[in-house]
């Protein structure tokens, strides 16, 4: 139900046209033995606050075959994109079904979760304070599910509200390690225009596809965030005092 309201979407608000035909995800996606110790040891590293060893990030392989070539995320407060990124629970063996229906639920998955679509981002990124990063596909290492429509959602068999927010989000999930060099920060703190934030309701209150439906022709990410490590804008003028 959460999710239907965040994104109450029909069926004339999907961009993204069908990709070909592809097998279900469980066929493809399918970490060695080798590969998941390497990313438990990736785990291990980057929640200490050091870097993964290059021997580790090495053993997984480059992603490949995908249609996208960036994606974006709004990053959680405890994650360090300058040592990169890497999910939850990394050796899971979560269905991708699983993830999008109640991956939270479970504390978490194998999949980190991103979005084609900047806007989404900027949304998410809007309600929660959080920063946003892009992330460029060709040099993350490990698997890519691209579940941004209705035709491929349904060959995970999830339910209505399920396949919706998949499809609104735009959402592609990453299994594997996204490396600092794959990473750009976009910015630390959304800080959106006047003129962008008077064109679309309340990013706090809206839902999705209305806030998204409601901006400006021709808006650009850059009307919505404070580019990274600029100084925040000085605080407004305290009101006049009341008359005596």
Same mark, same amino acid.
């Given at each position: ?8 979407? %029909?069926?004339? =608000? ?12 469980? /066929? ?5 033995? +080798?590969?998941?110790? /390497?990313?438990? @040891? ?7 606050? &050091? ?10 392989? @480059? ?9 974006? $995320? ?16 990394? %050796?899971? =063996? ?10 939270? $639920? ?15 981002? &900027? ?7 959080? /920063? ?12 890519? %599910?691209?579940?941004? =429509? ?23 999930? &990453? ?8 990473? =750009?920060?976009? !910015?630390?703190?959304?800080?959106? %225009?006047? !003129? !962008?934030?008077?064109? !679309? ?19 650009? +990410? ?23």
């Amino acid at each position: 139900l959460l999710r239907d309201k965040i994104c109450a979407m %029909t069926a004339t =608000t999907t961009a993204s046209p069908a990709p070909p035909p592809v097998p279900p995800p469980a /066929a493809t996606n399918s970490p060695t033995p +080798l590969e998941r110790a /390497a990313l438990t @040891r990736i785990k291990r590293n980057v929640d200490q606050g &050091v870097a993964p060893s290059p021997a580790d990030v090495a053993l997984l392989p @480059r992603v490949t075959g995908h249609h996208a070539t960036e994606v974006y $995320r709004a990053v959680h407060g405890g994650e360090n994109a300058a040592l990169g990124l890497v999910a939850a629970k990394p %050796t899971s =063996t979560m269905s991708v079904g699983g993830h999008i229906g109640h991956g939270n $639920r479970h504390n978490g998955s194998q999949y980190i979760s991103a979005t084609k679509d900047w806007r989404f981002a &900027v949304h998410f990124g809007m309600k929660q304070r959080r /920063a946003i990063v892009r992330v460029e596909l060709s040099a993350v290492r490990g698997w890519v %599910t691209e579940v941004d =429509t209705k035709e491929w959602v349904a060959v995970l068999r999830l339910g209505r509200s399920h396949t919706n927010f998949a499809v609104c989000a735009r959402e592609v999930l &990453v299994e594997g390690y996204v490396p600092p060099e794959a990473i =750009t920060l976009i !910015a630390d703190e959304w800080q959106p %225009t006047a !003129a !962008a934030a008077a064109a !679309a309701p309340p990013a706090r209150t809206a839902k999705f596809a209305k806030w998204r439906d409601a901006l400006p022709a021709g808006a650009r +990410l850059e009307d919505f965030v404070r580019p990274s490590g600029a100084a925040p804008p000085p605080p407004p003028p305290p009101p006049p005092p009341p008359p005596p």
